[in-house]
Structures are given as structure tokens and as C-alpha cells.
């Protein structure tokens, strides 16, 4: 009896030694008050979008820049602890589609190749939904596939999906128009232009169209940008043939709007030689306001503009940095276009959704269609959605790619 | 003869301290598994956010996190090994790395902040693979349909009045395949009382008290030692009196 009592003493001393010694081997991995950033939901994509998701992250054109305008920051809802958004630019400031470089978009992530438009963004945020490698097709500064699974949340489109699915969700949240920018030497001989005389220009294999004298040269931005896959569908040509064209006159992937690369490419041409350029209204508005970052004062100094088309009247009224953009061509079936956040589809519903996200970008009461939101959106050239248009918020529209 | 005998056990005493002595140490280094080797089955200790220290139970709406043992790391970092931490949630007896992680489980559900949001992927420390930054604000209520969850509470509970799970953190590789994890026991029990119909306990299953098996083995393996050698001694006790007699 005595023995067994001391085994059992000994025992429950032996329990209680273990116990205390597995408690003092646990640490504490409790995350405190870090900067806003580690908790933001990080996106990237398209550059027509970039200046305005600048602001909605907190200051655009983000700084250093001497017109740098800081806006409260588009958060989450209070019951979804005020999540807050990066929004990372297809391009580093300053830089060039031609090296957009590699970004790390959270802490501990790896660094990958900067998305540089809306339809790589759109591809980069697949792979990280499917586990699959991103890697930019040209221009890449990792050279090999990366894992870029948990660092992507959203990307920002012009475009809609290009394969059907439901691994992604297109989600509306306001309106722009494809626009074309012209520079003809100062003459404005081409300052007007027809959808046909577009549509000849960019289905023609040597990529030049005879227009009131002049010659004229199709050039294009970056492949897979949705500028140019707007464009594409508004004037009907194919990718392949107004890739074509671009390339008869070297003066394919531009950075997408960037009016001082369109006018550095072409400004040598002879005089009554022209050249045309895809452009998005609401990123030549606000780049003309310095809302956004100015990448095409150059040019407009130079006389770059940009053409009525058809009976669409000038794409914009008033000087800048005043202009206001012409609702008929936001309203045009053909010329206007939505633009989206993209998400992965599992990550606004069912047991995997992000309530942040959600609360962001999903559903008519998401933040992103706040009275406050579209205001912003509207600094920037953007129109609100109407009702033929789409519904902000909306998630009907899916694809995988 | 009897100096080839007494070789032998010799030998024998040899061979089993060095056994006792290597179970020992093999206990010894469980508790917290160097970089670069695999944790398959640590502890997982759900715990108080404000104090650290484990919490057993609590209800729909107790906030809680997560402690692994100290240094817990992932067999390689995310930023160039593309391992990801993720959390889970399956019936008890499930073989979690049978399931794959890409973006989520593949099978059952996992650790849900307050506001239903689902733990997972998330970066390690670079390099070292350590496990950080493991969120103060779960809440297991956010899981079920009545706080917004997709889990319904009749699920959670086996259809009945409580349901036996597992839940913890894994380490998954780049292909989504489980390299590390750690598992906690959670019985969730029908609460009239509570906002989700439901509240839990956290700890091992067995009604009492366990010493850690890494700490165990050694004492195991010292008791396994001295009766190997006084069963060895009562066997040689009849032949030393037989020379005797001879």
C-alpha cells in the first residue's frame, strides 16, 4: 500500500514535471501591431486602373511625386477588422513594360515577376488559385516558373475573362472607353477618324491606311493588355491582324498608355507620315489632370491628342488639367467597356472566403461601390456603371482565365 | 566457458544500455524537430491570445490561437522553397496528410478568424521556414451557418450532441502535399446556452493523465534495461551451481 502510494505520487510529480516543461517549451507566436501593410490584400494587373487603386491604397500618384494626392484608404468593414488594399502598378514608376522587374507583394513571399497588364495579372492570379508556376512570357526577371500561391488576392481588369470557368469572378465596379490617340506633326489632319478607317488600318498587312493624304501607321500597346484587347473588339480586327500591322511598322507593345513612348516611337516619322494608338479615356483624362501619373505630357506638349471617332465627338471636354471626359463613348456599345476586380471565385464564398475581400469588392454594398469609392473613380476618368451597363458588385461573371 | 559467459553478458548488459541509451535520446530530440526535418504529429495547443497559455475550453465566440512548440518550422520557406502554412479541421482519425492544400483543403475545414475567414496559405519566416505571425483571433463560431460559416452545426456534431475532430497547422509543400504538422484533439459539444449551439474542449483525448511520449521513452527504455539484466541474472544463477556441484 505504501509502495503503491508512492508510485502514484511519484507518478503525479512526474506528470506535473512533464507538464511544466512542455508549457515552458511552447513560445509565443502572437502577431502584434504591424504596419497596415501585412494585413492589406495585395493586387496587381492592369495600368489603366493602377493610378485610381493608388488612391483607394492611400495616395496617388504615389509618391515620389510632386502632385501626390493622399485619400482615405478603401477598407474593409469594421466587422471585418478594416482590411485595407496594395495595389501594385504594372509597371515600377518610371520604368517600362520592357522591364517591369519583380515584386514581392507579403512578407516571406517570393519574388516574382511583376504582372504587366490585366490579362497577366488576370494569369498570375489563376496560377497562384491553382498551385501552378507564374512566369512572364517576355521580359521576365526571374527567368523560371514561380510559386505564387497566398500572394495575390485581386487584380485589377479592363478586360473580361478570355476562358470560361468559374475559378475567377469579374467583378464591375465602373466604366471607361477606348479612345485613340493620334500624332500627325501638328497638323491634325487625322483628327478625325472613322471605325471603318481603323478597321482597315489594323486588319492591313503593311499596318498604314491612306487618310486625307496622309500616311498612316498602326501602332499597338503591349500584347494581352486589355487597351489593346478593347480596341481589337472595338474596331473588329483580330490580335493576329492588328498584330500584323503594328509589327509591318515596328511599332508594337508600347507601354499601354503611355503617350510619351507612343510619341518617342513615332515622332521621327517624315512629316505626312501619322500614327494612331490605342488609349483608355479615363487614363488619358486623368493623366492630363495629374491625378495619375503624367506619362504622356510630353506628347500632348508635342501634339498628341486624341481623335473624335465616327459622330462621337472629341473624347474629352475642357483644358487640361481640367478635362471631363464624353460620356458617349463610355455610354458606346462599342466603345465603352466595364472595368473589374478580379478575384478568385473561392474567396468570396463557401467555407474558404476571405470576409475582408468580400466586404471590398463583393456585392452592391461593397465598399468599392461606396458613394465615396465611385467619387474617386470618377477623379480619375471613370464613369459610374449605369443600369444597362452592369451592376457594381456584381459576381455572375466568371471565367478561369 | 564461464569467462566466454560472462563475456556474453557483458555484451548483453553492453547492448542493452546502449539501446536504452539511444531510445533515450531519440525521445529526447522529438520534442522539437531541428530545420529541415519533417514534424509529422507535433502538438498543437489552442491558447489564450492575451496570456499565451493554453486554453482547454471555451465557447461559439471564444477567440483563441494557436502555440507550437518553440522554433516550430516548416521543412523549407516559402519565399524560395514555396511551402505555405495552412490551417485544419477534420473528423478525428482522419490521416490529414492524405489531404492536399492548394489555396485550401482538400478535405474538411480549418482555423476561421472572428470575422470567418479561413487561415491559410501563409508565408513562413524566410528562411528558416518558421512558422509566424499565427493569427490571435480565431474563433471557431464563424465556421457554422448561424455565424455566417458554410458548416452546418448538425456536421460539426456528428448529428448528434457532439463531435469528435482534429485541428491544427500543416506545412505544405509546393506541390500542396503535407511535409509538417501539428494536431490538437477538439470535441465540440451541444450547447443550449450558446449564441452557435455549440461549445468545446481542446486537449488529449485520454481521461488521464499523460506524460509526453517523448519524455516517456527514456524512462521506458531505463525500465526495459534493468529487466533485460535481472532476467539475465536469474538465468545464469543454475548454471553457476551446477559447476558448482561438478
Same mark, same amino acid.
Given at each position: 500500500?505504501?509502495?503503491?502510494?508512492?508510485?502514484?505520487?511519484?507518478?503525479?510529480?512526474?506528470?506535473?514535471?512533464?507538464?511544466?516543461?512542455?508549457?515552458?517549451?511552447?513560445?509565443?507566436?502572437?502577431?502584434?501591431?504591424?504596419?497596415?501593410?501585412?494585413?492589406?490584400?495585395?493586387?496587381?494587373?492592369?495600368?489603366?486602373?493602377?493610378?485610381?487603386?493608388?488612391?483607394?491604397?492611400?495616395?496617388?500618384?504615389?509618391?515620389?511625386?510632386?502632385?501626390?494626392?493622399?485619400?482615405?484608404?478603401?477598407?474593409?468593414?469594421?466587422?471585418?477588422?478594416?482590411?485595407?488594399?496594395?495595389?501594385?502598378?504594372?509597371?515600377?514608376?518610371?520604368?517600362?513594360?520592357?522591364?517591369?522587374?519583380?515584386?514581392?507583394?507579403?512578407?516571406?513571399?517570393?519574388?516574382?515577376?511583376?504582372?504587366?497588364?490585366?490579362?497577366?495579372?488576370?494569369?498570375?492570379?489563376?496560377?497562384?488559385?491553382?498551385?501552378?508556376?507564374?512566369?512572364?512570357?517576355?521580359?521576365?526577371?526571374?527567368?523560371?516558373?514561380?510559386?505564387?500561391?497566398?500572394?495575390?488576392?485581386?487584380?485589377?481588369?479592363?478586360?473580361?475573362?478570355?476562358?470560361?470557368?468559374?475559378?475567377?469572378?469579374?467583378?464591375?465596379?465602373?466604366?471607361?472607353?477606348?479612345?485613340?490617340?493620334?500624332?500627325?506633326?501638328?497638323?491634325?489632319?487625322?483628327?478625325?477618324?472613322?471605325?471603318?478607317?481603323?478597321?482597315?488600318?489594323?486588319?492591313?498587312?503593311?499596318?498604314?491606311?491612306?487618310?486625307?493624304?496622309?500616311?498612316?501607321?498602326?501602332?499597338?500597346?503591349?500584347?494581352?493588355?486589355?487597351?489593346?484587347?478593347?480596341?481589337?473588339?472595338?474596331?473588329?480586327?483580330?490580335?493576329?491582324?492588328?498584330?500584323?500591322?503594328?509589327?509591318?511598322?515596328?511599332?508594337?507593345?508600347?507601354?499601354?498608355?503611355?503617350?510619351?513612348?507612343?510619341?518617342?516611337?513615332?515622332?521621327?516619322?517624315?512629316?505626312?507620315?501619322?500614327?494612331?494608338?490605342?488609349?483608355?479615356?479615363?487614363?488619358?483624362?486623368?493623366?492630363?489632370?495629374?491625378?495619375?501619373?503624367?506619362?504622356?505630357?510630353?506628347?500632348?506638349?508635342?501634339?498628341?491628342?486624341?481623335?473624335?471617332?465616327?459622330?462621337?465627338?472629341?473624347?474629352?471636354?475642357?483644358?487640361?488639367?481640367?478635362?471631363?471626359?464624353?460620356?458617349?463613348?463610355?455610354?458606346?456599345?462599342?466603345?465603352?467597356?466595364?472595368?473589374?476586380?478580379?478575384?478568385?471565385?473561392?474567396?468570396?464564398?463557401?467555407?474558404?472566403?476571405?470576409?475582408?475581400?468580400?466586404?471590398?469588392?463583393?456585392?452592391?454594398?461593397?465598399?468599392?461601390?461606396?458613394?465615396?469609392?465611385?467619387?474617386?473613380?470618377?477623379?480619375?476618368?471613370?464613369?459610374?456603371?449605369?443600369?444597362?451597363?452592369?451592376?457594381?458588385?456584381?459576381?455572375?461573371?466568371?471565367?478561369?482565365? | 566457458?564461464?569467462?566466454?559467459?560472462?563475456?556474453?553478458?557483458?555484451?548483453?548488459?553492453?547492448?542493452?544500455?546502449?539501446?536504452?541509451?539511444?531510445? *533515450?535520446? =531519440?525521445?529526447?530530440?522529438?520534442?522539437?524537430? %531541428? !530545420? #529541415? $526535418?519533417?514534424?509529422? @504529429?507535433? +502538438? &498543437? /495547443?489552442?491558447?489564450?491570445?492575451?496570456?499565451?497559455?493554453?486554453?482547454?475550453?471555451? *465557447?461559439? =465566440?471564444?477567440?483563441?490561437?494557436?502555440?507550437? %512548440? !518553440? #522554433? $516550430?518550422?516548416?521543412? @523549407?520557406? +516559402? &519565399? /524560395?522553397?514555396?511551402?505555405?502554412?495552412?490551417?485544419?479541421?477534420?473528423?478525428?482519425?482522419?490521416?490529414?496528410?492524405?489531404?492536399?492544400?492548394?489555396?485550401?483543403?482538400?478535405?474538411?475545414?480549418?482555423?476561421?478568424?472572428? /470575422?470567418?475567414?479561413?487561415?491559410?496559405?501563409?508565408?513562413?519566416?524566410?528562411?528558416?521556414?518558421?512558422?509566424?505571425?499565427?493569427?490571435?483571433?480565431?474563433?471557431?463560431?464563424?465556421?457554422?451557418?448561424?455565424?455566417?460559416?458554410?458548416?452546418?452545426?448538425?456536421?460539426?456534431?456528428?448529428?448528434?450532441?457532439?463531435?469528435?475532430?482534429?485541428?491544427?497547422?500543416?506545412?505544405?509543400?509546393?506541390?500542396?502535399?503535407?511535409?509538417?504538422?501539428?494536431?490538437?484533439?477538439?470535441?465540440?459539444?451541444?450547447?443550449?446556452?450558446?449564441?452557435?449551439?455549440?461549445?468545446?474542449?481542446?486537449?488529449?483525448?485520454?481521461?488521464?493523465?499523460?506524460?509526453?511520449?517523448?519524455?516517456?521513452?527514456?524512462?521506458?527504455?531505463?525500465?526495459?534495461?534493468?529487466?533485460?539484466?535481472?532476467?539475465?541474472?536469474?538465468?545464469?544463477?543454475?548454471?553457476?551451481?551446477?559447476?558448482?556441484?561438478?
Amino acid at each position: 500500500m505504501v509502495r503503491t502510494m508512492r508510485w502514484r505520487f511519484g507518478g503525479a510529480a512526474l506528470v506535473t514535471l512533464l507538464a511544466g516543461g512542455v508549457a515552458a517549451g511552447f513560445a509565443g507566436t502572437a502577431a502584434h501591431a504591424d504596419p497596415v501593410s501585412s494585413t492589406a490584400l495585395a493586387g496587381v494587373g492592369g495600368d489603366g486602373l493602377q493610378d485610381v487603386f493608388d488612391a483607394y491604397a492611400g495616395a496617388a500618384p504615389t509618391p515620389p511625386s510632386a502632385n501626390t494626392v493622399f485619400y482615405t484608404p478603401l477598407h474593409s468593414s469594421s466587422a471585418t477588422n478594416n482590411v485595407t488594399i496594395q495595389s501594385f502598378d504594372a509597371y515600377p514608376a518610371g520604368g517600362s513594360v520592357a522591364a517591369p522587374g519583380c515584386i514581392t507583394t507579403k512578407s516571406g513571399g517570393p519574388a516574382f515577376d511583376r504582372p504587366s497588364s490585366s490579362g497577366n495579372g488576370t494569369t498570375a492570379l489563376a496560377a497562384a488559385v491553382n498551385g501552378t508556376n507564374w512566369v512572364q512570357s517576355t521580359a521576365s526577371c526571374t527567368g523560371t516558373g514561380v510559386n505564387v500561391t497566398g500572394q495575390l488576392d485581386w487584380v485589377r481588369s479592363a478586360s473580361q475573362p478570355k476562358t470560361s470557368g468559374s475559378t475567377l469572378t469579374w467583378i464591375p465596379f465602373a466604366r471607361d472607353a477606348t479612345v485613340f490617340a493620334y500624332f500627325d506633326h501638328g497638323t491634325n489632319t487625322i483628327q478625325h477618324l472613322t471605325t471603318a478607317q481603323l478597321t482597315a488600318l489594323y486588319s492591313s498587312s503593311s499596318g498604314t491606311l491612306t487618310i486625307a493624304g496622309d500616311t498612316v501607321e498602326a501602332c499597338l500597346p503591349l500584347a494581352g493588355s486589355a487597351v489593346r484587347k478593347n480596341a481589337e473588339a472595338a474596331i473588329g480586327v483580330t490580335d493576329s491582324q492588328a498584330n500584323t500591322a503594328a509589327n509591318a511598322v515596328s511599332c508594337n507593345n508600347l507601354d499601354q498608355n503611355g503617350g510619351n513612348t507612343f510619341y518617342n516611337t513615332v515622332s521621327s516619322l517624315p512629316s505626312g507620315t501619322d500614327a494612331v494608338f490605342p488609349f483608355t479615356a479615363a487614363s488619358w483624362i486623368a493623366q492630363a489632370n495629374h491625378t495619375a501619373e503624367d506619362r504622356s505630357n510630353t506628347a500632348r506638349a508635342n501634339g498628341v491628342d486624341l481623335a473624335s471617332i465616327d459622330s462621337l465627338g472629341k473624347p474629352y471636354t475642357g483644358t487640361s488639367p481640367n478635362l471631363d471626359g464624353n460620356d458617349n463613348y463610355y455610354t458606346s456599345s462599342t466603345y465603352g467597356n466595364n472595368v473589374y476586380v478580379v478575384v478568385p471565385t473561392n474567396k468570396i464564398s463557401g467555407f474558404t472566403k476571405n470576409a475582408a475581400l468580400v466586404s471590398l469588392f463583393s456585392g452592391s454594398t461593397s465598399q468599392i461601390c461606396s458613394a465615396a469609392a465611385n467619387a474617386t473613380a470618377n477623379t480619375f476618368g471613370f464613369n459610374d456603371l449605369t443600369a444597362g451597363e452592369g451592376t457594381c458588385g456584381s459576381t455572375t461573371l466568371t471565367g478561369n482565365s | 566457458m564461464r569467462s566466454n559467459r560472462g563475456q556474453s553478458g557483458k555484451r548483453v548488459r553492453a547492448r542493452t544500455m546502449l539501446a536504452a541509451a539511444l531510445l *533515450g535520446g =531519440t525521445a529526447l530530440t522529438m520534442g522539437v524537430a %531541428p !530545420a #529541415g $526535418a519533417s514534424t509529422l @504529429g507535433g +502538438t &498543437a /495547443t489552442i491558447a489564450n491570445p492575451s496570456n499565451n497559455t493554453a486554453l482547454p475550453s471555451g *465557447g461559439s =465566440t471564444t477567440t483563441f490561437t494557436v502555440n507550437l %512548440p !518553440a #522554433g $516550430a518550422a516548416c521543412d @523549407g520557406d +516559402t &519565399a /524560395t522553397g514555396g511551402y505555405h502554412v495552412y490551417s485544419f479541421l477534420v473528423q478525428a482519425g482522419t490521416d490529414i496528410t492524405s489531404a492536399t492544400f492548394n489555396n485550401f483543403p482538400s478535405q474538411g475545414y480549418g482555423f476561421v478568424d472572428n /470575422t470567418g475567414t479561413y487561415y491559410g496559405p501563409a508565408n513562413t519566416a524566410i528562411n528558416t521556414g518558421q512558422i509566424i505571425s499565427i493569427p490571435t483571433n480565431f474563433q471557431w463560431g464563424p465556421l457554422v451557418v448561424s455565424d455566417g460559416g458554410a458548416l452546418a452545426l448538425s456536421d460539426l456534431l456528428y448529428s448528434g450532441t457532439s463531435g469528435d475532430w482534429d485541428a491544427g497547422l500543416v506545412c505544405a509543400n509546393s506541390s500542396g502535399h503535407v511535409a509538417d504538422y501539428w494536431t490538437t484533439p477538439v470535441l465540440f459539444t451541444a450547447s443550449n446556452s450558446d449564441p452557435n449551439g455549440f461549445t468545446w474542449t481542446s486537449g488529449p483525448r485520454s481521461s488521464t493523465p499523460e506524460a509526453p511520449v517523448a519524455l516517456m521513452l527514456p524512462v521506458i527504455g531505463a525500465a526495459a534495461a534493468v529487466f533485460v539484466l535481472m532476467r539475465k541474472r536469474r538465468q545464469r544463477h543454475p548454471e553457476v551451481a551446477a559447476v558448482d556441484a561438478a
